[in-house]
Every structure is written in C-alpha cells, then in structure tokens.
C-alpha cells in the first residue's frame, strides 16, 4: 500500500464526536464523524464486551453471558484517546472499547442481538 493510500485509509476510520450516557435508558449514545448516530444498550454492551472473560483468550473460546437485560452502565471513563472503559452496574470493568469497537457495534447492533439471543436460546440460558 503506498503512503497516500495508508493514510486514507487511517483518515477514513470513524472517530467519536461524542459520547452520551443515558442512563435511565440503559444506553450508550455515540456519534462518529461519519454522520452515524448509535444508540447501543448497555446489555449489547455487557455482553459483547472485549474482555478476556467475555471473549476469552483465543479464537472460539467466546462466552454467552446469560442474565443481563437489566444491567446498566455507571460510568465512562477516557482511555487515552482511542477508547473508553465502561463501568456497569455487575461491577464488569474489563474491557477498552476502542471507537472501532463502538462503530462495529452500533452498526451491527441487530445482528449481533440476534446471535446472541440465538446463543442464549441453544444453551438454555436466559436474558433475566
């Protein structure tokens, strides 16, 4: 890739205008310099969280995470300028949600539900 491409292509990457914590919503809004809104729950969120406890240590090793539809999110915190920690109300602190993460979740939210309630539905788990 030549120079000029490379820096498109590190350009053209969504970066977060702002971030909007609802709390009596359960929802994360964030919007990116794209144009996208997205307004993510916190339990997509808790569920799909980068954290070694969620996605394990490996390729395959993801975990459905059953009894989430009420957690909530506390608190946003800053990681430098590349990504928040978000702290919820089951005390899961673990994971940096890069910008890349949040747009990836936001513009696939649906799908991602979808999977995972088809997960919880498989192993007999439950959202409650």
């Known amino acids: 890739m030549s120079t ?12 977060p205008t702002e971030l909007r914590l609802k709390k009596s919503e359960r929802v ?7 144009g996208n809104t997205f307004a993510i729950s916190a339990e997509l969120l808790r569920v799909e969280s ?3 406890e969620v996605q394990g240590h490996g390729s395959g090793q993801k975990k459905t995470v059953p009894g989430k539809r009420a957690v909530a999110i506390e608190k946003v915190e800053p990681v430098g300028t590349y990504a928040v920690r978000l702290i919820f109300s089951d005390s899961h602190d673990s994971g940096l949600f890069t910008w890349d993460y949040l747009h990836e979740l ?3 939210a649906d799908a991602k539900m979808d999977a995972y309630l ?3 539905d498989e192993k007999g788990l439950s959202r409650d």
Request: hydrophobic share 45%; net charge negative.
């Open 4 to 15: 000029t491409k490379a820096a498109a292509a590190t350009t053209a990457r969504p970066w």
């Open 118 to 120: 088809s997960a919880l």
């Open 28 to 34: 994360l809004e964030v919007d990116f310099d794209d």
């Open 106 to 108: 936001g513009r696939d």
């Open 50 to 52: 980068p954290s070694a």
